[in-house]
């Protein structure tokens, strides 16, 4: 797999302190690799090697990334092999919950970044149909878009966080 | 807001060769800041400061983020000011599309990282109550989740690529 070189390298900042769930988020699975490692333990994939040929990243960072899925709870490592000792890595419950955010972040490449068409595609086992995901209410069941919804303060919400929320409720 | 170090860099990878559409997506907005850029043009924010006061981004990285985001078609920059020149950046619709990704990021946010519950709600205007977004399939309108779904190679599928989609295929 043929990578291309990306001008300059990028500081690293941490989220954890942001009151934001979608910080909060990418301070989990925000880094460059996890959701491509996310989506091969969704297609199986369990073993360093496997996952390394399959992303073509260095072992370092490979180790670190997988490392970091692992203390946030999104992988369980085990071992599969005692001599040599060897790992494998199988998504939790809280990262098998991340098959939202996989599927809209494919869904959306397939809109707009794949000039030939889906690369993959989902068939509903239910209907057999292919099919993609789209998002409804969880209290009405109609289908919902950005502008269907307005935004409001949650229980976690603090008054010193988030200019646009302020802004947002007081359009509202 | 205060944000605290994270030890290292990382190099940044182009995703921009491979086949597939997760890559495609987060080659355009897998960059740390630029979901958070896409969450706050949702809220409202345009503006250069704006963005800057409320990400607490160094004005050269923010820069850099607004380019990249303008260049793939997310936001639109457009004068809002002539002397002296300031810009204003808007969602396009390839960047309001986003918004199923941004929500499913917050909700995975709002269930696993947020112990003081979400900071922020979203209210279906249509229902008048507190909602959040679930799948569903597309052609039947049943609700669905991962294990519900079987990978198939799509349209734009090519045999060099991505070794997962073989595997997950011969399974079924």
Known sequence: MQLTGYPGRMERTSFSKWNCSVAQCLEVVGEWWSMLIVR??????RRFDDFQRDLGISRNILNQRLNH??????LSKEPYCERPLRYQY???EKGRDLWPVLTAIRQWG????APDGPPVE???KGCGHTSTAVMHCSVCDEPIEAGDMKV???PGYKGD????VLRAVSRS
Do not use: K, N, W
Request: aromatic share 10%.
């Open 90 to 92: 199988r998504l939790t």
């Open 161 to 164: 966080s988030i200019l646009p």
């Open 110 to 113: 397939d809109t707009y970044q």
């Open 69 to 74: 899925l692992v203390e946030f709870g999104v």
């Open 152 to 154: 409001a303060p949650g």
């Open 122 to 124: 989902l068939v509903h």
């Open 40 to 45: 091969d333990a969704f297609m199986g994939i």
